[in-house]
C-alpha cells in the first residue's frame, strides 16, 4: 500500500514562504508524473503544480507561475512545492498525488496539466496566509 505523506505547512504572512514536502512510501517520480493541489475553503479542488517523470518537465497553474516550484529528490523518494511570494487567496489545504498501476486510476478525476488517473492522495496540510 503506497502512502504519500505531506509535511512543511504552517501560517505565515503574505510575502512569506513556505516549503511543502511529500514523502512517498513507494516513489513514483522516476516512472509516473506526481502533482500538487490545493482546496481553499469554500471551493472546488484545483491543481497547483506537476511533475513529471524524471522531474525534468513541469507544469504551473497560472496563479502560481513564478512563485512556486516542483521539485522531486529521487534519492529520498519526496516531492517538493517550495513556495515564495504567497498571497492571503493561497490559503488553503494542499495534497500531493500522484498514479500508481497497483489500483485502478480515478477516470475524470481531479488533474493538473497532463497528469491525471492520480489515484493516490496525502491526508493534505494546511497553509494559511495572512495579509
Known amino acids: 500500500q503506497v502512502q504519500l505523506v505531506e509535511s512543511g505547512g504552517g501560517s505565515v504572512q503574505a510575502g512569506g514562504s513556505l516549503r511543502l514536502s511529500c514523502v512517498a512510501s513507494?516513489?513514483?517520480?522516476?516512472?509516473?508524473?506526481m502533482a500538487w493541489f490545493r482546496q481553499g475553503p469554500g471551493k472546488e479542488r484545483e491543481g497547483v503544480a506537476a511533475i513529471y517523470p524524471g522531474g525534468r518537465n513541469t507544469y504551473y497553474t497560472d496563479s502560481v507561475k513564478g512563485r512556486f516550484t516542483i521539485s522531486q529528490d529521487n534519492t529520498n523518494g519526496t516531492m517538493y512545492l517550495q513556495m515564495t511570494g504567497l498571497k492571503p487567496e493561497d490559503t488553503a489545504t494542499y495534497y500531493c498525488?500522484?498514479?500508481?498501476?497497483?489500483?485502478?486510476?480515478?477516470?475524470?478525476?481531479?488533474?493538473?496539466?497532463?497528469?491525471?488517473?492520480?489515484?493516490?492522495w496525502g491526508q493534505g496540510i494546511q497553509v494559511t496566509v495572512s495579509s
Open positions: 513507494a516513489f513514483t517520480g522516476d516512472t509516473y508524473c
Open positions: 498525488a500522484t498514479y500508481l498501476p497497483t489500483r485502478p486510476p480515478v477516470i475524470a478525476g481531479p488533474r493538473v496539466g497532463s497528469c491525471v488517473s492520480l489515484n493516490y
